[in-house]
């Protein structure tokens, strides 16, 4: 059964970087992928991309291409996402969630569900 | 851009049956996923491949999808099932969340 933990809440300033983690336990991420989702305050739910862990394969929602990177380490089994050129806007809550493949995890169109997901970590920025 | 439409909210009395609708073009021909998420938790997989259930996740839960729409139906609903639930399909490589709708346990 897979368990994921999440790095701690952060506070940035406009215009600033941030790398959150999310370590896998009780099962390697190998053949899986992560995906990133995003939640502002009292809103939806929106996907930021996401990495397979079987082959380094990314998927990036266009709007974040440019500033976000999002990278693996089979090693230690953890996923990062790091975000840049913060804005107010980009204050969420942020997810990590193993994207479940009925195999390995080839490509974006190999994904079957997003579970399970972190406890989430709050990212805040202002100046 | 694709998108996933839902109601902002139902309202259900406890043991009723509570249909929480998911509207997209041509949905039927993708398969959708349901996710619930309680006030100050992360979200949870309910729902895969339209209608199949994790393991875990009580029977009471089911899902349809056809032509535009998709359908969560909670039978004999009960307090813990209220929370936000939201719709999520895929299109050209992106995962589409509807915007939520929160399902109110009267």
């Known amino acids: 059964q897979i368990h994921l933990v999440q790095s701690g809440a952060e506070l940035r300033r406009p215009g600033a970087s941030v790398k959150v983690s999310c370590k896998a336990s009780g099962h390697p991420l190998s053949n899986s992928g992560i995906s990133w989702v995003r939640q502002a305050p009292g809103q939806g739910l929106e996907w930021m991309g996401w990495i397979s862990a079987y082959n380094g394969n990314t998927n990036y929602v266009q709007k974040f291409q440019d500033r976000v990177t999002m990278t693996t380490d089979t090693s230690t089994n953890t996923a990062y996402m790091e975000l840049r050129s913060l804005r107010s806007d980009d204050t969420a809550v942020y997810y990590c969630?193993?994207?479940?493949?009925?195999?390995?995890?080839?490509?974006?169109?190999?994904?079957?569900?997003?579970?399970?997901w972190g406890q989430g970590t709050l990212v805040t920025v202002s100046s | 851009s694709y998108e996933l439409t839902q109601p902002p909210s139902v309202p259900v009395s406890p043991g009723q049956t509570a249909s929480i609708t998911c509207f997209g073009q041509?949905?039927?021909?993708?398969?959708i996923s349901w996710y619930q998420q309680k006030p100050g938790q992360s979200p949870m997989l309910v729902i895969y491949?339209?209608?199949k259930r994790p393991s875990g996740i009580p029977e009471r839960f089911s899902g349809s999808n056809s032509g535009n729409t998709a359908t969560l139906t909670i039978s004999g609903t009960q307090a813990m099932d209220e929370a936000d639930y939201f719709c999520?399909?895929?299109?050209?490589?992106?995962?589409?969340f509807g915007g939520g709708t929160k399902l109110t346990v009267l």
């Open positions: 969630a193993r994207a479940y493949c009925g195999g390995n995890c080839y490509s974006v169109s190999s994904i079957n569900y997003f579970d399970p």
């Open positions: 999520q399909a895929w299109d050209s490589n992106t995962a589409v």
């Open positions: 491949d339209d209608n």
């Open positions: 041509r949905l039927g021909e993708k398969y």
